[in-house]
Nanobody
């Protein structure tokens, strides 16, 4: 059974950090790129950052560049989103998604991603 499960969300103060994990099962993550997406209250889901394999193709939106990093541990079949310098505007439900590496061109186009997790809530507030 193919599954992605996110964890690590929670409440954090502005300027704080969180690390989200995305555990894949039922398929080998080393052959898939991972994207992180988020949906804030009242807004559409948006792409945040994506990665093929560590040291390979990556892409991110301007609002998180320099603050968020993405990496994979293929041995653990897990991807991570390290979020530093969090802002209230980062408050959202965060989702991970997977796309086969053969189709990955650094896109954050949601329609191309095959497998999705259920999401984890991140709240940035004092």
């Amino acid at each position: 059974q193919v599954e992605l499960v996110e964890s690590g969300g929670g409440l954090v103060q502005p300027g704080g950090s969180l690390r989200l994990a995305c555990v894949a099962s039922g398929f080998p993550l080393e052959y898939y790129a991972i994207g992180w997406f988020r949906q804030a209250p009242g807004k559409e889901r948006e792409g945040v950052i994506c990665l093929g394999n560590n040291g390979g193709m990556t892409n991110s939106v301007d609002s998180v560049r320099g603050r968020f990093t993405i990496f994979k541990d293929n041995a653990k079949n897990t991807a991570y989103l390290q979020m530093n310098g969090l802002k209230p505007d980062d408050t959202a439900v965060y989702y991970c998604a997977a796309i086969p590496l053969a189709r990955f061109l650094g896109q954050l186009d949601q329609a191309n991603y095959e497998f999705w997790g259920q999401g984890t809530q991140v709240t940035v507030s004092s």
